[in-house]
């Protein structure tokens, strides 16, 4: 069964940055597609970005030129790079496979302030 532990959300400020990171196991991971969702205060948990296996980035158009997923094969390891921050963007943050798997890790909370 996967296991997914995002890390790496805090408060920061419009216009900053915050890398997140998702330890996967349980998976063969380097032979896996994941994906990045994320859910706001009152709202549906939403798909922000996924990455192929073969490291093949796409991410939503709400992100798309502020946010790059990348991955580490070697670490077992996918990774959320969110820069130029905005208040909506406010919300806890997942990592899962593509297509996803039942469980969900508990997520990391990123607050961006105004």
């Known amino acids: 069964q996967v296991q997914l532990v995002e890390s790496g959300g805090g408060l920061v400020q419009a216009g900053g940055s915050l890398r997140l990171s998702c330890a996967v196991s349980?998976?063969?991971?380097?032979?896996?597609?994941m994906a990045w969702y994320r859910q706001a205060p009152g709202k549906r948990r939403g798909f922000i970005g996924r990455i192929l296996s073969s490291g093949s980035a796409l991410h939503d158009a709400s992100v798309s030129g502020r946010f790059t997923i990348s991955r580490d094969n070697a670490k077992n390891m996918v990774y959320l790079q969110m820069n130029s921050l905005k208040p909506e963007d406010t919300a806890v943050y997942y990592c899962n496979t593509l297509p996803k798997s039942p469980g969900w890790g508990q997520g990391t909370q990123v607050t961006v302030s105004s």
């Open positions: 349980g998976i063969d991971f380097s032979r896996s597609d």
